[in-house]
């Protein structure tokens, strides 16, 4: 059982699994039978007796709308589950198998009724999920010594939690991307233009740098940048530096040649790295180098012997954008549910499979 795209409760036909059964046949080697749907008595009594070896694909869990437990309706009104309904839905999951194996990371933060509700006396992880927590696990609970984290993406606020517990962790930590200039302006009271400024996050900057000064973590902030007059692929570009800021109604959009350098430094003396958020707006390949760049330093890192892992979203596109997916320890084929991890806290998927009797 599995879901496609996001359906909202409703049955759409693009996200019909159907056409996933050929690929799964082609994979496995052998007849999988399609059901058209995943609850209700014709689902059951096909799983109820099925001669030896039989495998079933069940239809995309999300056309119920007590999978995610709401919805938005075809007409476009908000749709709700009850707990009774949920519990319903659930236990007709339940009555499909007499063993329930969890290989889904990618979901495993939310606590939809195919992560929790499945309540079989056998209960286990499946080889991806076990590989996902074994990397994160000797990351965050053995890592070997220095520990770097690289952390990017827009603000500061949306990454605080994962800061915080990365501190009480790491050794050092690499601060890039759009919530960097919101760090600088805050320490340095740099001139930063148009970029991206958080004024939540800006609140906690200082007490961020406090912390990792009492818990003597090493933070590495850009010292200069590649600059754009315009968010677009057809902008002009600049630089600057911390002492020259950047000019009103310009932009940061990347990290320049001597942070470049600099973080590459940083990169090759570490033993365990987790990288969860790009250095610039790698999208646009005015602004890709600095990515590319560490990306190339966490490669490098790896084939001298660190444990590197993609923490997964846009740090995992990048690997695959450059090709880098076999070149690094792990990636993470789960954004939401690899970022919960590294802000320290239990994934209910997890939690699921932990409860088993």
Known sequence: MSHLGRPDGNKVEKYSLKPVCSEVSKLLGKEVTFLSDC?????????????????????NLRFHVEEEGKGVSL??????????????????????GDVYVNDAFGTAHRAHAS????????????????????????ALENPERPFLAILGGAKVSDKIQLINNMLDKVNELIIGGGMAYTFLKQIHN??????????????????????????????????????????????????????????DG??????????????????????????????????????????????????????????????????ATCCAKWNTEDKVSHVSTGGGASLELLEGKQLPGVVALTDAH
Request: one cysteine or more; charged letters at 20%.
């Open 115 to 138: 992560m929790v509700g499945c309540q079989l006396p056998q209960k286990a992880c499946g080889f991806l999920m076990n590989k996902e927590l074994t990397y994160f696990a000797k």
């Open 190 to 247: 740099m001139n930063i233009g148009a970029s991206l400024f958080d004024a939540p996050g800006a609140e906690i900057v200082q007490k961020v740098m406090e912390t990792a000064k009492a818990k003597h973590v090493a933070i590495h902030l850009p010292v200069d940048f590649v600059t754009a007059d315009k968010f677009a692929e057809d902008a002009n570009t600049g630089t600057a530096t911390i002492e020259s800021g950047i000019p």
């Open 250 to 315: 310009w932009m940061g959009l990347d990290i320049g040649p001597k942070t470049i350098e600099e973080f590459r430094k940083v990169i090759s003396r570490a033993k365990t790295i987790v990288w969860n958020g790009p250095m610039g707006v790698f999208e646009m390949d005015k602004f890709a180098a600095g990515t590319k760049a560490a990306m190339d330093a966490v490669v490098e890192a790896t084939k001298n012997g660190a444990t590197t892992i993609i923490g997964g979203g846009d740090t």
């Open 75 to 96: 007409s476009g009104d908000k749709t709700k589950a009850t707990a009774d309904q949920i519990k319903a839905f659930s236990e007709s999951l339940t009555k499909l």
């Open 39 to 59: 609850v209700g008595p014709d689902v059951i009594n096909a799983c109820s007796n099925p001669a030896p070896g039989s495998v079933f694909l069940l239809e």
